[in-house]
């Protein structure tokens, strides 16, 4: 049963910074996928970042492009969101997800991914 808890979000005022962290058990470690997603009230869930724990690149959604980084602590078992020059259409529930097997043309779809976490709330203000 894979588990994956989300912390570090939090407020934060526009052009600020936020870094979540996602921690992984019970599977191998460099055998899945780990996305971030995120929803917003009234909208889809999306995809904003994703790695592979056994290999890069990651991939990135074209909405946080040179603004965020997601990357992995192969010793914790985390993988890390680093959010930078936050934008207040940012705030959302923010979700790591793990699967593998993705495609890459799945990367970022909500159903490819079995395996959820609780969420961290993120919240941008002008």
């Known amino acids: 049963q894979v588990q994956l808890v989300e912390s570090g979000g939090g407020s934060v005022q526009a052009g600020g910074s936020l870094r979540l962290s996602c921690a992984v058990s019970?599977?191998?470690?460099?055998?899945?996928?780990v996305t971030w997603f995120r929803q917003a009230p009234g909208k889809e869930r999306e995809g904003v970042a994703t790695i592979h724990t056994g290999y890069s690149p990651a991939f990135y959604a074209d909405s946080v492009k040179g603004r965020f980084t997601i990357s992995q602590d192969n010793a914790k078992h985390t993988i890390d969101l680093q959010m930078n020059n936050l934008k207040p259409e940012d705030t959302a529930m923010y979700y790591c997800?793990?699967?593998?097997?993705?495609?890459?043309?799945?990367?970022?779809?909500?159903?490819?991914?079995?395996?959820w976490g609780q969420g961290t709330q993120v919240t941008v203000s002008s």
């Open positions: 997800a793990a699967a593998n097997g993705v495609t890459y043309s799945r990367l970022f779809i909500a159903d490819a991914y079995s395996n």
């Open positions: 019970g599977y191998t470690w460099s055998s899945y996928r």
